[in-house]
């Protein structure tokens, strides 16, 4: 079946409404666009083969050939403080993350390869070793009726070759194409990631955000560990403590300091 005529997945919560359009300048910018607007409904989903102009975080672009990955956003109007909005990049990472070990399991002869490298790196991405496999962007806004919302957007290279990356991102990112020496079918995978997603999203439902960001820290496997941040042209090392409600990581620096970081780049 050809990803365009994907309509739907029985998820409960999320992708109840899917589109899959060839081309867009930005999934996240038509849907916070339509949501402003009050026109998109929440847990609509809109996929793109190919973006003319793809965003990912500080400013960055992101760009991939037309057709080799997944990049598509989801609109989401949970009934959290608004300050807990950067959770919900969290939440999306946290089922990604899981789709990826458990489809390493079911389709790699040497699974353990794969998911020993797969983590989770603060705020949103997805690397294998360090090379970043999946990125996620969150645009919080206020539609036209003063509702809060949140489009998350999802960038996973999986069938691009290296050639298909820039050439300042080829010794940095990777793909499962490039991992695996294996053409993915990226239907079902996009199956996989949607139903997942909607999974953490039910329980966030009915649980409330308060599980999130210990779960992740859990999964990353970073707390109390050395990390080393760069930040606006500063280097940062300190000890992982927490994430607070807003998603932002506090670290306590080797003078006993702390420092609270609301974005940066990771090594
Ligand atoms: C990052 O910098 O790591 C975040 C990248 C997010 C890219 C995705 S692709 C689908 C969605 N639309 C965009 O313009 N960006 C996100």
Same mark, same amino acid.
């Given at each position: 079946?050809?990803?365009?005529?994907?309509?739907?997945?029985?998820?409960?919560?999320?992708?109840?409404?899917?589109?899959?359009?060839?081309?867009?300048?930005?999934?996240?910018?038509?849907?916070?666009?339509?949501?402003?607007?009050?026109?998109?409904?929440?847990?609509?989903?809109?996929?793109?083969?190919?973006?003319?102009?793809?965003?990912? *975080? @500080?400013?960055?672009?992101? #760009?991939?050939?037309? $057709? !080799?990955?997944? %990049?598509?956003? +989801? =609109?989401?109007?949970?009934?959290?403080?608004?300050?807990?909005?950067?959770?919900?990049?969290?939440?999306?990472?946290?089922?990604?993350?899981?789709?990826?070990?458990?489809?390493?399991?079911?389709?790699?002869?040497?699974?353990?390869?794969?998911?020993?490298?797969? *983590? @989770?790196?603060?705020?949103? #991405?997805?690397?294998? $070793? !360090?090379?970043? %496999?999946?990125? +996620? =962007?969150?645009?919080?806004?206020?539609?036209?009726?003063?509702?809060?919302?949140?489009?998350?957007?999802?960038?996973?290279?999986?069938?691009?070759?290296?050639?298909?990356?820039?050439?300042?991102?080829?010794?940095?990112?990777?793909?499962?194409?490039?991992?695996?020496?294996?053409?993915?079918?990226?239907?079902?995978?996009?199956?996989?990631?949607?139903?997942?997603?909607?999974?953490?999203?039910?329980?966030?439902?009915?649980?409330?955000?308060?599980?999130?960001?210990?779960?992740?820290?859990?999964?990353?496997?970073?707390?109390?560990?050395?990390?080393?941040?760069?930040?606006?042209?500063?280097?940062?090392?300190?000890?992982?403590?927490?994430?607070?409600?807003?998603?932002?990581?506090?670290?306590?620096?080797?003078?006993?300091?702390?420092?609270?970081?609301?974005?940066?780049?990771?090594?």
């Amino acid at each position: 079946m050809p990803i365009r005529d994907f309509t739907s997945c029985g998820s409960e919560h999320l992708g109840r409404k899917i589109r899959v359009l060839p081309q867009v300048s930005s999934t996240n910018d038509l849907l916070k666009a339509e949501a402003e607007a009050v026109i998109a409904k929440p847990g609509e989903l809109l996929l793109a083969e190919y973006q003319t102009a793809g965003r990912g *975080r @500080l400013e960055r672009s992101w #760009d991939s050939p037309p $057709g !080799k990955s997944l %990049l598509f956003s +989801i =609109l989401l109007r949970p009934q959290i403080t608004d300050h807990s909005l950067q959770l919900m990049g969290l939440l999306v990472s946290l089922g990604i993350y899981d789709v990826l070990g458990e489809y390493f399991k079911t389709n790699e002869t040497q699974p353990e390869k794969y998911q020993q490298a797969l *983590r @989770l790196k603060w705020p949103n #991405d997805i690397m294998v $070793g !360090k090379r970043k %496999l999946c990125g +996620i =962007l969150s645009d919080a806004g206020l539609d036209r009726n003063d509702e809060i919302f949140v489009v998350v957007g999802i960038g996973l290279n999986v069938n691009q070759t290296t050639g298909d990356f820039p050439e300042e991102l080829r010794s940095t990112a990777t793909s499962i194409y490039i991992m695996t020496g294996r053409e993915q079918d990226r239907i079902e995978l996009f199956r996989l990631l949607i139903k997942n997603i909607d999974r953490y999203y039910t329980r966030l439902m009915a649980e409330g955000s308060d599980w999130i960001a210990n779960t992740w820290l859990k999964r990353a496997g970073i707390a109390g560990t050395m990390v080393e941040c760069r930040n606006n042209g500063e280097i940062i090392q300190g000890k992982c403590n927490r994430i607070f409600v807003d998603g932002a990581l506090e670290l306590e620096l080797q003078d006993g300091s702390v420092r609270v970081i609301y974005s940066g780049d990771f090594a």
